[in-house]
């Protein structure tokens, strides 16, 4: 996290004869800022600085806010604070009419480029007959901005994230589906539930198990179902992998691929292949948690689509080894977290749902500590 603050204290300059005083005001925080891709980084709750100018006319101009880039441009984005953020007030000092002119905190959600830095720059300018004059300007650079990301620790003991009912969840045996996520396993038990929609033996399972990766589609149990794992995928704990499975509705082992890395695995053969009914259920769906089974991980990303990724997509998805942030097929999504701008409400955390299904996801039996510093990179 970065801090920087202007000095206290008075500026007085003066321009075309017309005394300024500049009071600068303690001034600006930055709290962790989350990517949501583009290159630009979002920091919620920023404060920007609070101003107050002082000048014998009652017209004066001021207070713009920039970000700009690691290599020095600016993202465009630049705004001055809301009418109604700025305030003018009459004061005599010294026997001289004064106006003025003061900015309150704006906690505007704002956007900087990834690797950059906030600028300030304050210009004053007055406006006398349709004319513009500048008297001063000047830039306060802050930090870089913090590029810190986060995931969520699930201990394998109760704790898990969950997501409200909705009926996008309800895909069937013969709908194509994709799943999508960044694990990173601390222990391992012969079975590890990193995404699950399952009750009753019937829905859908997205596992380790025994260092392989597999998909359960079912309906009663492997009496009525499809489990296809793979083989030589040698998943180990304390490594983040990008886990992936797609399938094709076709109800078959072939229809199944799962993936390593942005790599096609090779299918074993199949666990169970006699699906032939409806894999629909009530429940939630859940990361790190099926039934009374709870997985010992780290989640940073996890999604759903209700589409068939082809292997390049999910290769485009792997990223070299980090988290994508504008995905693939992102029409398609069902299921997105936002792990990274998670928020603790008191007793658990709140993750964004960045598809808009839902309200968000959020925690169960989660400490506050449980929201830390490891990432794919």
């Known amino acids: 996290?970065?801090?920087?603050?202007?000095?206290?204290?008075?500026?007085?300059?003066?321009?075309?004869?017309?005394?300024?005083?500049?009071?600068?005001?303690?001034?600006?925080?930055?709290?962790?800022?989350?990517?949501?891709?583009?290159?630009?980084?979002?920091?919620?709750?920023?404060?920007?600085?609070?101003?107050?100018?002082?000048?014998?006319?009652?017209?004066?101009?001021?207070?713009?806010?920039?970000?700009?880039?690691?290599?020095?441009?600016?993202?465009?984005?630049s705004f001055s604070p809301p009418i109604g953020l700025i305030t003018k007030t009459a004061v005599k000092k010294d026997g001289v009419q004064y106006y003025v002119f003061s900015t309150s905190d704006d906690d505007t959600l704002t956007t900087i480029a990834a690797g950059g830095r906030w600028i300030i720059e304050l210009t004053i300018e007055t406006i006398i007959g349709g004319a513009t004059t500048t008297y001063y300007s000047e830039q306060f650079v802050t930090t870089e901005c913090d590029t810190t990301c986060y995931s969520m620790d699930l201990d394998g003991v109760l704790e898990y994230i969950e997501a409200p009912i909705n009926a996008a969840y309800d895909l069937?045996?013969?709908?194509?589906?994709?799943?999508?996520?960044?694990?990173?396993?601390?222990?391992?038990?012969?079975?590890?539930?990193?995404?699950?929609?399952?009750?009753?033996?019937?829905?859908?399972?997205?596992?380790?198990?025994?260092?392989?990766?597999?998909?359960?589609?079912?309906?009663?149990?492997?009496?009525?179902?499809?489990?296809?794992?793979?083989?030589?995928?040698?998943?180990?704990?304390?490594v983040w992998y990008h886990l992936a499975a797609t399938y094709d509705g076709s109800e078959t082992p072939a229809g199944v691929k799962l993936y390593k890395n942005g790599v096609l695995l090779t299918n074993g053969a199949p666990i169970s292949n006699t699906l032939s009914a409806s894999i629909v259920n009530a429940a939630t769906v859940k990361i790190g948690r099926v039934g009374t089974f709870y997985a010992d991980m780290k989640i940073n990303t996890a999604r759903w689509w209700n589409a068939e990724l082809t292997a390049g997509e999910v290769l485009t998805e792997y990223n070299s080894g980090t988290v994508l942030t504008t995905p693939v097929q992102a029409a398609s999504l069902i299921f997105n977290t936002d792990i990274n701008n998670s928020t603790w409400n008191g007793s658990e955390y709140d993750i964004p749902d960045l598809t808009g299904i839902t309200a968000g996801y959020q925690t169960v039996n989660a400490e506050v500590e449980d929201l830390v510093e490891d990432c794919p990179s």
Not at 180 to 185: E, H, I, N, P
Not at 190 to 216: A, C, M, P, W
Not at 229 to 234: N, P, R, W
Request: with cysteine; aromatic share 14%; glycine share 14%.
């Open 1 to 77: 996290m970065g801090l920087h603050s202007i000095n206290k204290g008075t500026k007085s300059f003066s321009g075309g004869g017309l005394p300024f005083y500049l009071e600068e005001d303690y001034v600006f925080s930055k709290i962790n800022a989350g990517y949501i891709g583009g290159g630009e980084w979002r920091v919620p709750n920023a404060k920007l600085p609070t101003f107050q100018i002082w000048s014998i006319r009652d017209n004066v101009i001021a207070f713009q806010y920039k970000g700009i880039r690691a290599d020095g441009t600016y993202t465009g984005d």
């Open 172 to 238: 069937d045996r013969t709908d194509v589906m994709s799943f999508g996520c960044w694990v990173k396993f601390d222990t391992f038990d012969v079975f590890n539930q990193f995404f699950t929609k399952y009750v009753g033996s019937t829905g859908i399972l997205f596992i380790v198990s025994l260092g392989e990766l597999r998909l359960d589609l079912q309906n009663n149990g492997g009496l009525n179902g499809l489990a296809v794992q793979s083989t030589g995928a040698a998943i180990i704990t304390g």
